[in-house]
Nanobody, 117 residues
Framework: QVQVVESGGGLVQPGGSLRLSCAASGIAFDINNMGWYRQAPGKERELVAAITPGESTNYVDSVKGRFTISRDNAKNTMYLQMNSLNAEDTAVYYC???????????WGKGTLVTVSS
């Protein structure tokens, strides 16, 4: 059974940093893209950053230059280094793992990031 588990969230002051991790287990298929999404209170879930198997990346404009996504294909893990955090980054952060074939998405349950003084 596939499990996707996020970790590393918490309370951080404005300007601070956090590193999120996403671990996928029970994987018996090729993983395609992986991505971090977030959902703030009262808002829709949005893509924050995504990474291909070849480690090409893309980011939402609001986090460019502050967040860095990475992955370890051998360990089926993904990371999100978040720097210069501000209150607008407060959200539940979700990890998505895409199965290459047949196509299917697997989601974690999320980890809460709160940026507050």
């Amino acid at each position: 059974q596939v499990q996707v588990v996020e970790s590393g969230g918490g309370l951080v002051q404005p300007g601070g940093s956090l590193r999120l991790s996403c671990a996928a287990s029970g994987i018996a298929f090729d993983i395609n893209n992986m991505g971090w999404y977030r959902q703030a209170p009262g808002k829709e879930r949005e893509l924050v950053a995504a990474i291909t198997p070849g480690e090409s990346t893309n980011y939402v404009d609001s986090v460019k230059g502050r967040f860095t996504i990475s992955r370890d294909n051998a360990k089926n893990t993904m990371y999100l280094q978040m720097n210069s955090l501000n209150a607008e980054d407060t959200a539940v952060y979700y990890c998505k793992v895409e199965r290459r074939w047949p196509p299917m998405d697997y989601w974690g349950k999320g980890t809460l990031v709160t940026v507050s003084s």
